[in-house]
């Protein structure tokens, strides 16, 4: 059988992210972002074979925007498309793995909008666009949450009245379940491990930033909760903070709760710290020249990376290894080396050497002989929503 040719989305209330990914290949054979959907000037950008193109497609909205990418799509694999796997961000309760999309997960994720009203409706526009532009092809919904659903209760739950947890769906799921999943099978896969018989500590750190403990390929805990701000600071996220502080801005200040949302969402984290950047890069570079704020934003941030793993270090029997992943994860040496420090106390230590060289889709091992595994890992979760797809296309 050839390889087979799987299109991965994930759409966001006015952009959608897309890759071509053949089974045989680690390259993707085509992806881009249609943006600002719905705006006059729209725009289809992508790559494909190391030339990138793009096109105006003014006004276009989510199926416009998939109907221009069709002919891209189709050349790019060689006429034979096998499947669509969606990105879906919260599959609730109701979804421990991947789903093939029919009418009743249709409704269960729309049943789920209420967790993520910014995500869930924006991803079921571009499911239902794909449905009616490709109606005969298979589609698959891989849910960013289903890999936490294996948390113990004691990890999950808030100390809240069950009520709000029985009636409500209060607790907490995690995010980013699909990047954790990936890069601690890569890690057993790198260590000569057995993932079903190995445990992890994972640190994604994108512009979202979570932890998580695998044991036995399982996710046993993890930093995000009900929803993708709790837990470490992020590029714009302050991640936790008191749970009294909405009543607080409330009362000293008058602030509603929308505006309450917005600072937390969109301008704390490595902005509101720095009052420079969200951007780790321009971060560090600012650093180098002494802004005081860019400084002190990387202190906070990788401080508050290593307090969580170490948190989290309470649901592993033993650490075959810490994994690092993300954009700064990827690419920060800087941040690496500063929470490994932070971690003595689980023996960790780094390679200088090796921390340096791994940057820019370089894996590797960065830790010093006789510590604990310290591993780079980039992520691809596009590879893994188009392995789980095809996964499901076999059954
Ligand atoms: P992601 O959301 O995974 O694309 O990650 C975005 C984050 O990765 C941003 O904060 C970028 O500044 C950061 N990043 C990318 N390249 C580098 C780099 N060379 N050094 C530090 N941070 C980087």
């Not at 057993?188 to 079903?196: D, I, K, R, S």
């Amino acid at each position: 059988m050839p390889a087979r040719n799987i299109l991965v989305i994930n759409c966001g209330s006015s952009s959608i992210k897309f890759a071509l990914v053949n089974e045989a290949h680690s390259q993707f054979a085509l992806s881009g972002i249609a943006e600002r959907l719905g705006h006059p000037e729209a725009l289809l950008r992508w790559q494909r074979g190391g030339e990138q193109d793009s096109l105006m497609i003014p006004g276009a909205d989510h199926r416009a925007a998939l109907a221009q990418l069709l002919p891209l799509v189709q050349g790019a694999a060689g006429g034979k498309l096998h499947g669509i796997g969606h990105r879906v961000v919260h599959g609730g309760e109701r979804f421990t793995r991947a789903h093939r999309i029919d009418a009743q997960v249709l409704e269960a994720i729309r049943a789920t909008a209420p967790l993520a009203p910014l995500h869930n409706p924006a991803n079921l526009l571009g499911i239902e666009a794909a449905l009616k532009l490709y109606p005969t092809l298979p589609q698959v919904a891989v849910f960013d949450t289903a890999f936490h659903q294996t948390l113990p209760e004691h990890a999950f739950r808030y100390a809240l009245p069950e009520s709000l947890y029985r009636e409500h769906g209060l607790r907490r799921y995690g995010f980013h379940g699909t990047s954790h999943r990936y890069v601690s099978h890569r890690a057993a896969e790198m260590a000569g491990l057995a993932f079903g018989d190995s445990s992890w500590l994972s640190a994604h750190l994108g512009n979202g930033c979570s932890t998580c403990a695998i044991v036995n390929g399982q996710s046993r805990d993890t930093s995000m909760g009900l929803t993708p701000l709790e837990g470490l600071a992020m590029g714009t996220r302050s991640g936790d903070v008191d749970p009294n502080l909405h009543a607080h801005l409330n009362r000293s200040l008058g602030w509603s709760l929308e505006r309450i949302e917005r600072l937390l969402n969109h301008e704390s984290g490595l902005l509101g710290l720095s009052g420079l950047s969200n951007d780790m890069r321009s971060l560090e570079q600012a650093r180098d020249q002494g802004h005081a704020g860019a400084t002190l934003a990387i202190e906070v941030f990788c401080y508050r990376l290593a307090k969580s793993l170490a948190a989290l270090s309470c649901a592993l029997p033993q650490l075959d290894g810490l994994i690092f992943t993300g954009g700064i994860g990827e690419n920060s040496p800087l941040v690496r080396s500063k929470t490994v420090t932070h971690l003595k106390l689980l023996n960790l230590s780094l390679d200088k050497a090796a921390n340096a060289r791994c940057i820019r889709g370089v894996a590797g091992a960065i830790h010093t002989q006789g510590h604990p595994r310290v591993l780079v890992v980039p992520t691809n979760e596009e590879r893994q929503i188009a392995l789980d797809t095809l996964t499901l296309l076999d059954h």
